[in-house]
């Protein structure tokens, strides 16, 4: 199906009645004038030649050589295909707890971010594999549905916190039901899931699930996070200790003997975390025992441009009107010299355009590969060459931010977000812009941004449950926030009314005359200390020889 790449400059056709509009004022002033003269024989010598049609035609052609102009720039384009990468893999929902028990910090700083920390080292190992997300806490929500974009899989991670559900509590047996329901029912195998939680509550569900997971051909493999020790849980807005209704201290312990249950009965491996390296590689080791089947992800699209057919139209059109005269005679110079041009320029220009657009294509399949082995250096090079050569290719500008992304240059991402929001033609490419862009805006605390960002996106898919729960958890940090700044405001205010003024120095009420007397009078009472003192170093005749 054929679209325009750049629909926003179609709105260049709107001067269209504007230069009609012009041409009719232009017929009237050319009629008034003729009047003007007055002598009817004498207007006729002067416009003797002059055509009124060929004039006519002249502003038809120009008229329809600016529409072509208009639509060349809107780059009309045909999609061709996809380009498509094969690999083997096996898919993963990780189900991440982010209830409040996962705070206490016998595992430091504590145990939700070491817990994140070890799902970033499972999606680097698992870079053949689709990943997915799934945090639970009271309730379970997909924070990231299965996707071969693991880069994209970090950015919801990062975003991960205790905000994310606000219900309490660890239903494992919803979040195993989630991440069941995120994967392919028409694949019955190569399927696992990582359950990452303290186990702290105790979840009697959670065995029968796994059970029915196990028969659907689905590994369910545990980490357990904290302590069987345990350890208080700090409430993070009043940075105290939790405490139950008796006000005795909440402790929270690791459930170990639930994770090993469910590990046992879903066919995986349980492991105690230890080491976020350690971890990561015994659980990959038991992945590769299910098996590898292909999996086929679509990398960008590949299209075809007419943009140059309407820019090759609109160049004849307004040849042929250079051609045309407003009066019968026209000067031969004058026809032979765009003749010339045709025969020259135009098909250089026609070359150029076709040069330029295969030239960015194949910097695109430079980056993606670029990007497939992680050298993100050279993917975001690769994309900055083709944004040279073709700068309307909002494919190499969303995967420029991706790549820049990952090379922790934020502002950088930022802009290409931005900048494909503004010029990408397909809802669903703006819309993945602004969500991206959002997640990094979160990321980087900026909540009125990010806000903006969830919203935009919503706009244009307001089905997008996972924009619709970040823009919540993003107004309640802003909620938050607000009312931490209007605490510190109040502190602030109260401090300083609390202040006295210092004291100010008295203006001296001793006349310059009393001044001058004192002076002189202390002058002379030196003077006579001086000459006592003098006479005393005289008489003495044990002067020492050293004074330190």
């Not at 047996?173 to 939680?197: C, D, G, H, P, V």
């Not at 980490?223 to 200790?241: C, F, H, L, M, W």
């Not at 203006?507 to 001058?516: F, L, N, R, T, V």
Request: charged share 25%.
């Amino acid at each position: 199906m054929f679209r325009f790449q750049h629909i926003e400059f179609l709105l260049v056709l709107a001067a269209i009645p504007f230069m009609l509009l012009l041409y009719v004022l232009l017929k009237r002033w050319k009629n008034r004038a003729m009047k003007k003269i007055g002598d009817p024989p004498l207007v006729k010598q002067l416009i003797q030649g002059f055509s009124s049609k060929l004039f006519a035609i002249k502003f038809v052609l120009v008229l329809i050589g600016f529409s072509l102009c208009g639509f060349a720039v809107a780059d009309l384009v045909k999609p061709i295909g996809t380009q498509k990468i094969n690999r083997k893999g096996i898919d993963v929902m990780i189900a991440l707890d982010v209830s409040n028990s996962m705070l206490a910090e016998d595992i430091k700083p504590n145990r939700l971010e070491r817990a994140k920390q070890l799902v970033g080292k499972l999606i680097d190992k698992l870079a053949d594999d689709k990943v997915g997300i799934v945090v639970f806490a009271g309730r379970a929500y997909l924070q990231m549905p299965l996707t071969s974009d693991h880069s994209a899989a970090k950015m919801y991670l990062s975003s991960a916190s205790t905000d994310n559900v606000p219900t309490q509590g660890t239903v494992i047996n919803q979040a195993l039901k989630m991440s069941y329901a995120a994967f392919n029912t028409k694949e019955k195998k190569y399927r696992a899931i990582i359950l990452i939680s303290d186990g702290e509550d105790h979840d009697e569900d959670a065995i029968d699930v796994t059970k029915r997971l196990a028969e659907e051909g689905v590994m369910v493999n545990t980490v357990g996070i904290g302590s069987v020790q345990g350890a208080p849980i700090r409430d993070k807005e009043t940075n105290e200790y939790k405490k139950d209704n008796n006000g005795n201290t909440v402790v929270s312990k690791l459930n170990e003997e639930e994770l090993k249950s469910i590990a046992q009965t879903g066919n995986g491996l349980y492991q105690l975390f230890s080491s976020a390296d350690e971890v990561a590689d015994n659980i990959h080791r038991k992945l590769k025992t299910i098996g590898q089947t292909t999996l086929t992800g679509s990398s960008f699209g590949v299209y075809k441009n007419y943009f140059w057919y309407f820019l090759l139209a609109a160049l004849i059109i307004l040849l042929i009107e250079s051609l045309v005269p407003e009066r019968v005679k026209m000067n031969s110079i004058k026809k032979g010299l765009p003749i010339i041009f045709v025969i020259t320029i135009a098909p250089v220009l026609i070359g150029a355009s076709k040069g330029f657009s295969q030239s960015a294509k194949k910097e695109i399949i430079k980056g993606n590969e670029a990007y497939k082995n992680k050298q993100y250096n050279e993917a975001a090079a690769s994309y900055q060459k083709a944004l040279k050569k073709s700068t309307g290719n909002t494919t190499a500008l969303y995967n420029h931010g991706n790549a820049l992304y990952k090379t922790k240059k934020i502002d950088d991402a930022l802009k290409a977000y931005d900048n494909t929001t503004k010029t990408a033609q397909t809802n669903n490419l703006k819309q993945k812009a602004y969500y991206n862009g959002g997640v990094v805006l979160q990321s980087q605390n900026k909540l009125v941004e990010c806000i903006k960002a969830y919203k935009n996106a919503l706009k244009l898919d307001p089905n997008d449950e996972q924009a619709r729960q970040n823009l919540q958890r993003a107004l309640q940090q802003l909620k938050k926030q607000d009312q931490k700044d209007k605490k510190q405001d109040k502190k602030d205010k109260n401090k300083n009314q609390d202040k006295k003024d210092d004291p100010k120095p008295q203006p001296s009420k001793i006349s310059k005359q009393d001044a001058e007397e004192k002076l002189k009078s202390l002058l002379e009472h030196e003077k006579n200390l001086q000459d006592k003192l003098h006479k005393v170093k005289s008489s003495s005749t044990d002067q020492p020889e050293k004074d330190w």
